[in-house]
């Protein structure tokens, strides 16, 4: 039986690279949390949101995935905010530590910044606080970058012997 050619990895489409724009759209924008742009810049970027019923575990505190995806926003759209205008982004890995349980009501803030930025990969650090200061969690994440000057990499070829 012949297998049939699994298509080319998916690339992903450009940023927007305005975060004012970027602000008002996304997966971080569906849970309700926002990217400031007055707390952003150039290889930072600041996501802020308040805690609500939604976000909560069966244990009654903010579920990791709420973590995981305000800190991979902030982190990513740093990484954003330092390509070019041919280049595109996505994260290839992504390490979160939970270091303490946020409740209802409060006010979580997420700061994202670029460490290193190569040819091809960036890597970024975050970090999570609430409203008094404490960082509730913490995370190290790595993002490829593709520049549309680029060929695709498509499957590699079955090579016989």
Same mark, same amino acid.
């Given at each position: 039986? %012949?297998?049939?050619? #699994?298509?080319?990895? $998916? *690339? $992903? ?16 924008? =569906? ?5 400031? $742009? *007055? ?37 990513? #759209? ?8 041919? =280049? ?11 270091? %303490? ?22 890597? #970024? ?29 498509? $499957? ?6």
């Amino acid at each position: 039986m %012949r297998r049939r050619a #699994a298509p080319p990895d $998916p *690339r $992903p489409t450009r940023p927007v690279p305005d975060l004012l724009a970027a602000a008002r759209r996304g997966f971080h924008h =569906e849970v309700g949390f926002r990217i400031d $742009p *007055r707390r952003s810049g150039a290889g930072f970027v600041t996501v802020t949101g308040r805690v609500e019923r939604r976000h909560l575990n069966i244990n009654g505190v903010v579920h990791g995935g709420v973590y995981a995806t305000i800190l991979d926003t902030s982190m990513g #759209a740093a990484v954003v905010s330092v390509l070019n205008e041919t =280049e595109t982004t996505a994260t290839t890995s992504l390490y979160v530590e939970f270091l %303490r349980a946020a409740r209802e009501g409060e006010t979580l803030t997420a700061r994202g910044e670029v460490l290193r930025r190569g040819r091809h990969i960036a890597f #970024a650090e975050g970090n999570l606080y609430g409203s008094d200061g404490r960082r509730f969690s913490q995370a190290r994440g790595t993002w490829y970058i593709w520049s549309q000057d680029e060929p695709a990499a498509g $499957p590699r070829p079955r090579g016989r012997g």
